[in-house]
Nanobody
Framework: QVQLVESGGGLVQAEGSLRLSCAAS????????MGWFRQAPGKEREFVAA????????YYADSVKGRFTISRVGTKNTVSLQMNSLSPEDTAVYYC??????????WGQGTQVTVSS
């Protein structure tokens, strides 16, 4: 059973920064990808960023490219999302997700990010 636990959300002013973390546990790690998604009020969940577990390959939504950075934390089973130059449009619940090679099959409970203007 895979468990994903996010942390690091909160309230920040526009142009500020936050760092989200996702701790994965529950099985031997053969993830294909780990990623972040977000869902704003009244909107559908959208892709933010993802990283391949065994390599440095990462990719981003156009809306966050150049401002957000996804990375694996050393040898720990943790993925972080560094978010810089935040704007109110980034306000959402952010979800960590794992792809075991058959799609985004496991999800965390979400962490709220609120950016004030």
């Amino acid at each position: 059973q895979v468990q994903l636990v996010e942390s690091g959300g909160g309230l920040v002013q526009a142009e500020g920064s936050l760092r989200l973390s996702c701790a994965a546990s529950g099985r031997a790690f053969s993830y294909y990808r780990m990623g972040w998604f977000r869902q704003a009020p009244g909107k559908e969940r959208e892709f933010v960023a993802a990283i391949r577990w065994t390599g440095a390959s990462a990719y981003y939504a156009d809306s966050v490219k150049g401002r957000f950075t996804i990375s694996r934390v050393g040898t720990k089973n943790t993925v972080s999302l560094q978010m810089n130059s935040l704007s109110p449009e980034d306000t959402a619940v952010y979800y960590c997700a794992a792809d075991l090679s058959t799609g985004w099959s496991h999800w965390g409970q979400g962490t709220q990010v609120t950016v004030s203007s």
